[in-house]
């Protein structure tokens, strides 16, 4: 069976049982817990909170960044929800919000590749999951590019960035991200579009586009869930 069939067998299959999982487990917003609508949502009063921001920031040497949302209480709680309370099906809503702030692509030519940032093997192997691997899934499955998640390598492992300022984290991630050399002809001459869940400092991301643009990309943007603004760096979770 070619994967598009197979695929369509599962989302039919997901239809047929979405109403005995909502009768299983009753759908909560995953913000606050109230009761919802459907499974894949939030309730009015989070939607309502949730603050989209200008699309005018860069991450670094001018690459545009596009955040679906600004970190603000309730962006927090879903990034608490699915990163560390390991609710990895909140990756569709996410990529939902963040795939509508991403610029529509021309007609023709190769579809951008889709890079999320690495975690180190330790910390994957510990969370069993890399939440921007999911989102650049997602995003490929929504038809925003092709994902290409094996693109950069987190070889040294460092400490929780959460509360650092921006000096601090380029310290700590001076040389440990790398671009894998089996994927640099396929980043040669493509646009990169860098995914991650929250954009703190920006310095993750720089590192992440120096490696990338070894490669010699044809252009390099951030797509993100959440931008930190400045001064709430110190409630990263």
């Given at each position: 069976m070619r994967h598009r069939e197979a695929m369509a067998v599962v989302a039919q299959?997901?239809?047929?049982?979405?109403?005995?999982?909502?009768?299983?487990?009753?759908?909560?917003?995953?913000?606050?817990?109230v009761a919802i609508a459907s499974q894949a949502g939030l309730c009015a009063e989070c939607w309502s909170t949730l603050?989209?921001?200008?699309?005018?920031?860069?991450?670094?040497?001018?690459?545009?960044?596009?955040?679906?949302?600004?970190?603000?209480?309730?962006?927090?709680?879903?990034?608490?929800?699915?990163?560390?309370?390991?609710?990895?099906?909140?990756?569709?809503l996410l990529a939902r919000l963040i795939a509508a702030q991403l610029p529509e692509r021309g007609e023709g030519g190769a579809p951008p590749?889709?890079?999320?940032?690495?975690?180190?093997?330790?910390?994957?192997?510990?969370?069993?999951?890399?939440?921007?691997?999911?989102?650049?899934?997602?995003?490929?499955?929504?038809?925003?590019?092709?994902?290409?998640v094996a693109a950069l390598v987190r070889h040294r492992r460092t400490p929780n960035l959460g509360g650092l300022g921006r000096e601090a984290r380029e310290r700590m991630l001076s040389g440990a991200i790398r671009l894998d050399p089996r994927q640099s002809l396929r980043l040669a001459g493509r646009d990169v579009v860098l995914v991650d869940d929250v954009l703190t400092s920006g310095a993750t991301s720089r590192a992440c586009i120096a490696a990338i643009a070894a490669a010699g990309p044809a252009s390099i943007t951030v797509a993100c869930f959440a931008r930190v603004e400045e001064g709430h760096r110190g409630s990263m979770p």
């Open positions: 299959l997901a239809r047929h049982l979405a109403p005995v999982v909502d009768l299983v487990y009753p759908p909560r917003c995953p913000s606050c817990g603050e989209v921001p200008d699309q005018d920031d860069a991450a670094g040497d001018g690459v545009p960044v596009y955040a679906a949302t600004i970190y603000n209480a309730t962006s927090r709680r879903l990034v608490l929800a699915y990163k560390h309370g390991g609710r990895i099906a909140l990756s569709r590749l889709l890079v999320p940032v690495p975690l180190h093997r330790w910390r994957l192997w510990s969370r069993g999951f890399n939440q921007a691997a999911l989102l650049a899934r997602e995003l490929a499955r929504m038809g925003r590019g092709e994902a290409a």
